[in-house]
């Protein structure tokens, strides 16, 4: 039941679209119908009385009268047969889609449960791969433990992704309250800043304005988190990383710049599919797993907003994030 419950939530707008889709065509076909109906009871109607149309008006009167009654009795047999279609149409989306439902909630509590489950076991691998007190390994032993942890860390980032787009249909993930953009992104940086010093990166907040949004902070700090980081792990060693936030009447920015390898116009799009990695990126052999950029834009549209980006192959690239403001 809780499934069925949880899954009928999940698809909620789907059903609507669904309903209004189904009951869109049953209109066409009803409307359709009735002036069919409507034809032929005026074509029967006036050859009844065509002997008699030229020589008596008053015949000629009533059989307008009588199909304009015929119009009203097909317009209120149409009003009734609205009702019915809306109801038979719910009906048959809610049982369309149920099994899809039920397989989109199996789907989201495996991730759940698997990614839960993963948790501990990388945490015992890191806290074993790092050396502990003074105990002395070899540079390769050394070189190999980092490899090790590196990739439990990696996993780590993966699974927190994986937890966060278990629920991206949720509303109920979202605690809505005013936030300062600027104070996100001053923490992003601050916390970032090691990423940034360990590769040489020149990572600094260029324009630093107010800007008020109705958001869940921690999810707006994981969301410029997440593009502060692909702007640190794809730009070249000693190159800059600026990001700028600031409002303008009603919408709240936040520009993420960095000067790395670019994308491809064709792939704007393909890159905020999950799972997605631009062909530039794989050439490299860097990159995650396709799936921080699709969780970036999940948070801003949830939040009203998107995120766009600008770039050229060669020359690096802006993401860029828009939220409706709160006016102040």
């Given at each position: 039941m809780r499934i069925v419950q949880a899954?009928?939530?999940?698809?909620?707008?789907?059903?609507?679209?669904?309903?209004?889709?189904?009951?869109?065509?049953?209109?066409?076909?009803?409307?359709?119908f009735s002036i069919a109906v409507y034809a032929?009871?005026?074509?029967?109607?006036?050859?009844?009385?065509?002997?008699?149309?030229?020589?008596?008006?008053?015949?000629?009167?009533?059989?307008?009268?009588?199909?304009?009654?015929?119009?009203?009795?097909?317009?209120?047999?149409?009003?009734?047969?609205?009702?019915?279609?809306?109801?038979?149409?719910?009906?048959?989306?809610?049982?369309?889609?149920?099994?899809?439902?039920?397989?989109?909630?199996?789907?989201?509590?495996?991730?759940?449960?698997?990614?839960?489950?993963?948790?501990?076991?990388?945490?015992?691998?890191?806290?074993?791969?790092?050396?502990?007190?003074?105990?002395q390994v070899s540079p390769e032993v050394r070189e190999r433990l980092r490899i090790i942890d590196e990739q439990a860390q990696r996993m780590e980032r993966l699974i927190e992704q994986l937890l966060v787009l278990a629920h991206v249909d949720a509303d109920s993930a979202l605690t809505r309250e005013p936030t300062d953009l600027s104070h996100v992104v001053n923490?992003?940086?601050?916390?970032?800043?090691?990423?940034?010093?360990?590769?040489?990166?020149?990572?600094?907040?260029?324009?630093?304005?107010?800007?008020?949004?109705?958001?869940?902070?921690?999810?707006?700090s994981q969301m410029v988190a997440n593009l502060v980081d692909n702007a640190i792990k794809y730009s070249p060693e000693s190159a800059p990383v600026s990001v700028a936030v600031w409002q303008n009447r009603d919408?709240?920015?936040?520009?993420v710049a960095d000067a790395g390898d670019g994308i491809p116009a064709s792939e704007f799009n393909q890159i905020f599919q999950r799972f997605h990695r631009a062909d530039v990126v794989q050439r490299n052999?860097?990159?995650?797993?396709?799936?921080?950029?699709?969780?970036?834009?999940?948070?801003?549209r949830a939040h009203g907003g998107d995120v766009t980006v600008s770039s050229r192959v060669g020359e690096g690239s802006i993401f860029t994030v828009r939220l409706p403001a709160l006016v102040h």
């Amino acid at each position: 039941m809780r499934i069925v419950q949880a899954g009928s939530e999940i698809g909620r707008l789907p059903r609507l679209r669904l309903t209004l889709a189904i009951s869109g065509v049953l209109v066409l076909l009803l409307a359709a119908f009735s002036i069919a109906v409507y034809a032929l009871l005026r074509i029967v109607v006036l050859q009844d009385i065509a002997p008699f149309r030229e020589d008596d008006p008053v015949i000629l009167a009533g059989a307008q009268r009588q199909l304009e009654l015929y119009a009203w009795q097909l317009v209120l047999v149409n009003l009734g047969a609205l009702v019915v279609v809306l109801v038979a149409s719910f009906f048959i989306a809610k049982v369309s889609l149920r099994p899809l439902e039920q397989a989109i909630e199996l789907q989201r509590q495996f991730t759940n449960d698997a990614s839960h489950d993963l948790r501990t076991p990388l945490a015992v691998i890191r806290m074993e791969s790092s050396p502990h007190g003074d105990e002395q390994v070899s540079p390769e032993v050394r070189e190999r433990l980092r490899i090790i942890d590196e990739q439990a860390q990696r996993m780590e980032r993966l699974i927190e992704q994986l937890l966060v787009l278990a629920h991206v249909d949720a509303d109920s993930a979202l605690t809505r309250e005013p936030t300062d953009l600027s104070h996100v992104v001053n923490g992003v940086v601050r916390d970032l800043q090691p990423l940034a010093e360990a590769r040489s990166i020149d990572l600094k907040v260029s324009r630093g304005e107010s800007a008020l949004v109705l958001g869940d902070e921690l999810k707006l700090s994981q969301m410029v988190a997440n593009l502060v980081d692909n702007a640190i792990k794809y730009s070249p060693e000693s190159a800059p990383v600026s990001v700028a936030v600031w409002q303008n009447r009603d919408n709240a920015y936040v520009a993420v710049a960095d000067a790395g390898d670019g994308i491809p116009a064709s792939e704007f799009n393909q890159i905020f599919q999950r799972f997605h990695r631009a062909d530039v990126v794989q050439r490299n052999g860097r990159g995650g797993h396709g799936l921080g950029l699709p969780l970036c834009r999940w948070i801003a549209r949830a939040h009203g907003g998107d995120v766009t980006v600008s770039s050229r192959v060669g020359e690096g690239s802006i993401f860029t994030v828009r939220l409706p403001a709160l006016v102040h």
